[in-house]
């Protein structure tokens, strides 16, 4: 069983010897009334260090950070073309985890972290959050702490890195390196203010609040495994029954996480699935300029943002933003609203003994790789979607395991949340497309070891997935 790492699961599963974590939302209700922290919405005239190029559309003066541009999206099967703005940031940030390993339970690195669109505007994140214009000091202020143990440091061993997307409704090919690094035993480090250690279980237990863990942290956190291999059901109760922690055992979720064992489809099925939508996709895109949107008479812009009658999804709007403890203590910056809530959600049912994730394939103009793997209802505001009922109250057909409205990143978007959901059907689901395919959480987890496979919003339900949960 040397495939099994036993510190990640005490970490993930002991609630011996730890925090409670009504400590640790007290510390960051502390952190949130005591930052030096504010922000004032501006028109684009007063943005600093911002212009608009000769296509209208918005750059900082550096060429660095990010870009606000137009999208064209055509649409293959009935020839339609939208148009939008969008974000387009070609440069990798870093969304970065260290772990250390304390009296057998492994701790994770977390800070609380000002964001100028966080609700609340202090949220738990990952220890490190940063784009490379920041972690190369572009903006000439502080360095970002902590940086420097995710580029072959010495002290550390890469546990998981990887290059993931982000919104693809919202982003042009956007996407962050992940990367979980563990301290070498021996090894420590200064913890600066602001940060703090804590487990797997205490970030689990958090995440049934709302807007306490960011976005960031999320989408490192489902990466997160016990298993180097597939581990055996049978050969895991022998091991947990070694280790004395057999009563930490039970969890239907962990089951479905340790192998393919009685999976519907393999992964090799799942794979060539996704490749075959790929191929097949339906949307073209291509960057035009801002300019080219507002020509198109669905998008209007006046001296205090950019908008569109019939879009609630995106609205892009001025801020200036002071914050002591950030890398630079104020700056000027584009932020993009949401004005439409959505639900994203996993239905989850029992198939073969073992618990099953319907996953769905979802297709944006954003990402860099076409369509993704996302959860069964995917940014859905609408009851026309084939699987809402199973997510909406009053006419609910499963019972549901975990609901939540959480943020997005919060240095992007403004006090923007969707609600996160996993429903569990003991039903038949009857599945009548091709867009559709059931998967076990050992999979969904195989499949985040590979670029830009797994969409945002499903990596942030999988990190919600309360592994110490039996059904």
């Keep these: 069983m040397e495939h099994f790492n036993l510190s990640f699961l005490r970490s993930m599963l002991s609630t011996e010897y730890i925090e409670n974590t009504s400590?640790?939302?007290?510390?960051?209700?502390?952190?949130?009334?005591?930052?030096?922290?504010?922000?004032?919405?501006?028109?684009?005239?007063?943005?600093?260090?911002w212009y608009k190029d000769s296509g209208g559309n918005l750059r900082h003066n550096t060429g660095k950070f990010f870009s606000i541009e137009g999208i064209k999206t055509s649409f293959k099967e009935n020839n339609d073309i939208i148009y939008q703005p969008i974000i387009n940031q070609p440069e990798h940030g870093v969304l970065g985890?260290?772990?250390?390993?304390?009296?057998?339970?492994?701790?994770?690195?977390?800070?609380?972290?000002?964001?100028p669109g966080n609700i609340g505007n202090v949220q738990i994140s990952p220890s490190v959050q940063a784009t490379k214009s920041n972690?190369?000091?572009?903006?000439?202020g502080k360095s970002v702490p902590y940086i420097e143990y995710f580029f072959e440091h010495p002290s550390v061993n890469?546990?998981?890195?990887?290059?993931?997307?982000?919104?693809?409704?919202?982003?042009?090919?956007?996407?962050?390196?992940?990367?979980i690094v563990q301290l070498k035993p021996g090894e420590d480090i200064n913890l600066q203010q602001g940060y703090k250690w804590i487990t797997f279980?205490?970030?689990?237990?958090?995440?049934?609040?709302s807007n306490i863990i960011n976005m960031d942290l999320r989408s490192i956190f489902s990466a997160v495994t016990f298993t180097e291999k597939p581990v055996s059901v049978n050969n895991f109760y022998e091991f947990i029954k070694k280790s004395g922690i057999a009563e930490l055992g039970n969890s239907d979720f962990l089951f479905s996480s340790l192998n393919e064992d009685y999976a519907v489809h393999t992964l090799f099925e799942i794979r060539q699935w996704l490749q075959n939508k790929r191929d097949s996709h339906s949307l073209k895109t291509e960057l035009v300029n801002l300019n080219n949107i507002f020509e198109s008479n669905n998008w209007l812009e006046n001296e205090v943002g950019i908008y569109s009658p019939l879009n609630p999804n995106f609205e892009v709007n001025y801020l200036e933003v002071f914050a002591r403890d950030r890398e630079v203590s104020t700056w000027s910056q584009p932020i993009v609203s949401d004005n439409n809530?959505?639900?994203?959600?996993?239905?989850?049912?029992?198939?073969?003994g073992v618990l099953h994730f319907l996953a769905k394939c979802c297709e944006e103009p954003g990402l860099f790789k076409g369509p993704e793997i996302g959860p069964t209802v995917h940014n859905s505001s609408s009851d026309d979607?084939?699987?809402i009922s199973y997510f909406l109250q009053n006419n609910r057909e499963g019972t549901v395991l975990y609901d939540q409205m959480l943020s997005e990143e919060g240095g992007r978007f403004f006090q923007t949340e969707n609600r996160y959901m996993l429903v569990l059907t003991t039903e038949d689901v009857e599945i009548d497309n091709n867009d559709y395919m059931w998967m076990t959480l050992y999979q969904l987890k195989r499949l985040l070891e590979e670029e830009c496979n797994i969409n945002v919003e499903a990596r942030t339900i999988i990190s919600c997935v309360d592994f110490g949960e039996s059904i």
């Design 23 to 49: 400590k640790i939302r007290d510390d960051l209700e502390r952190e949130r009334l005591n930052c030096k922290f504010h922000y004032e919405r501006i028109e684009f005239n007063k943005l600093k260090l």
């Design 97 to 115: 985890l260290i772990l250390k390993e304390i009296n057998g339970v492994v701790y994770c690195l977390v800070q609380f972290k000002i964001e």
């Design 135 to 140: 972690y190369t000091k572009v903006h000439n």
């Design 158 to 179: 890469i546990i998981y890195s990887q290059l993931q997307s982000e919104q693809g409704s919202k982003f042009y090919c956007k996407r962050n390196q992940n990367i």
């Design 201 to 209: 279980r205490q970030v689990t237990e958090l995440l049934k609040f």
């Design 341 to 352: 809530p959505k639900i994203n959600g996993f239905l989850i049912k029992k198939i073969n």
């Design 385 to 387: 979607d084939l699987f």
